[in-house]
């Protein structure tokens, strides 16, 4: 059976949300609908009819997105969802394929995406790309190695984040360029990153934000809520979740981390998602107070090997035959010499044998920089032809810092 993909228009809007609540057990307040609906770009969403009926979807943000050494179209693959009344026919595989070409066809040449369950996606050629730590730290154990960074000029401003939000546009657009994964926000995103309805504080209180600052201007921010509380004795026991923690430098950023840390009535600081670099791990002198659980973030599938391959940078040289195994994408499939170094990258087909043989999942998750490809290899998941290809080819795609989006999409 078969079933017509298209994108909707606006007034089909409501059975196409419908299918994203259904499918995530979803049940959201109107005015997070209305945030949906407005974030959406309705040219780029699919939805696979069933007659009338509306019983997949998916949607694609249109984001710019740092790589290793520079800056690209990335598609967002997002609101994926299939009617449980439909599941397991065929509708996402089929989205899916239609999506990747259209993806092509728009000239982007990688997507990306956050999986709600990591066995989904490798089948259509993303891989693992990118990965979080969540931090749980008690204050009481935070204190900062001896040799912490700490610059005079620095202040600390605490401000309504809703009062201060050109500030932290203006700064997060700063830093946006340095970790690869991290893409550009638009006024929509900023909506939804300093939302504070009653359902957007999962009762921790108002979101709020303190600033780092010099007579020059903000070096700094940290948005957090704070989940005030007394223990049975009395003694304080709050909580403070950090959303998000950005610096222009390491000045900036240890005093951030202080005052978050030293933030009165607070015994535990808990930030539900950092870089598995953060240098707050460096900063904090006892480093098994920081109670990290960890977890993949960004899927990255490349769409276009060619343009992908010779659009970001390497970090050493390497002159390598790809054999690329893509059945989704089948303009892939085939063998790639791959000749880069730090000063620039050529991707080309060619005929001649091969150094090493990978599924496209493999290079998606190599693409951000996260080394993932030795990893790979260890676990006897690529074909190595000539000794030292893998190690070659995974050396010159690793990267520092290490890609993590930090916001979810
Ligand atoms: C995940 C989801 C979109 C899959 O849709 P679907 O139409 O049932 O998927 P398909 O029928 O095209 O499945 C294709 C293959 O993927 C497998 N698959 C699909 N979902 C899977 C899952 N959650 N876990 C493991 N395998 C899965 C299927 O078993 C099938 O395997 P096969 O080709 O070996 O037979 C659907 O189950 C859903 O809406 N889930 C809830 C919302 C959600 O998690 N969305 C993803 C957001 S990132």
């Known amino acids: 059976m078969t079933y017509p993909i298209r994108p909707i228009d606006e007034s089909e ?8 609540e259904e499918g995530f057990g979803w049940t959201p307040h109107p005015k997070e609908m209305e945030r949906y609906k407005r974030e959406t770009e309705f040219d780029r969403t699919l939805a696979a009819f069933d007659g009338d009926l509306i019983a997949g979807v998916t949607s694609i943000f249109s984001l710019t997105m740092t790589v290793p050494g520079g800056r690209m179209p990335v598609a967002g693959v997002t609101s994926v969802s299939v009617l449980p009344s439909h599941r397991r026919r065929g509708i996402l595989t089929s989205l899916m394929r239609r999506q990747l070409a259209d993806v092509r066809e728009r000239g982007e040449s990688v997507a990306a995406l956050f999986a709600s369950e990591t066995p989904i996606y490798g089948r259509y050629g993303y891989g693992r790309a990118a990965h979080e730590l969540s931090f749980r730290i008690r204050t009481s154990g935070s204190a ?3 040799n912490a960074p700490a610059d005079p000029s620095l202040r600390i401003r605490v ?14 657009a700063s830093v946006v360029d340095r970790r690869p994964g991290r893409y550009d926000r638009n006024a929509r995103t900023w909506d939804n990153v300093l939302a504070d309805e009653e359902f957007d504080q999962h009762g921790a209180g108002s979101l709020r934000s303190v600033l780092a600052e010099d007579d020059e201007g903000v070096r700094g921010y940290a948005l957090f809520r704070i989940k005030a509380s007394w223990d049975g004795n009395g003694v ?5 979740r950090l959303r998000e923690l ?3 430098d390491p000045a900036a950023y240890a005093l951030l981390w202080r005052s978050v840390l030293d933030r009165d009535l607070v015994s535990t600081v808990q930030a539900r998602t950092r870089p598995v670099d953060d240098p707050l791990i460096a900063l904090i002198a006892d480093q098994r107070q920081l109670r990290a659980g960890w977890s993949d973030e960004l899927w990255v599938r490349v769409v276009e090997v060619e343009r992908a391959l010779a659009a970001r940078a390497y970090s050493a040289a390497v002159d390598v035959v790809i054999e690329v195994e893509d059945d989704v994408c089948p303009w892939n499939a085939g063998r790639w010499r791959l000749t ?9 087909p060619v005929e001649d044998a091969p150094d090493v043989t990978l599924p496209v999942a493999a290079l998606g998750s190599a693409y951000l920089g996260d080394g993932l490809l030795m990893e790979s290899a260890a676990a006897g998941l690529l074909r190595e032809h000539s000794p030292g290809s893998v190690r070659a080819l995974a050396t010159a795609m690793s990267w520092s810092p290490k890609p993590w989006a930090g916001l979810g999409f």
Do not use: I, N, Q, Y
Request: hydrophobic share 45%; proline share 10%.
């Open 246 to 248: 950005e610096a222009a």
């Open 340 to 348: 880069a170094d730090p000063s620039g990258a050529e991707c080309k």
């Open 236 to 240: 304080p026991d709050g909580e403070l």
């Open 144 to 146: 900062f190695t001896a």
């Open 13 to 20: 809007w409501p059975s196409f949300a419908r299918v994203t």
């Open 159 to 172: 401000a309504r984040p809703a009062d201060v939000r050109a500030d932290l546009e203006r700064l997060f």
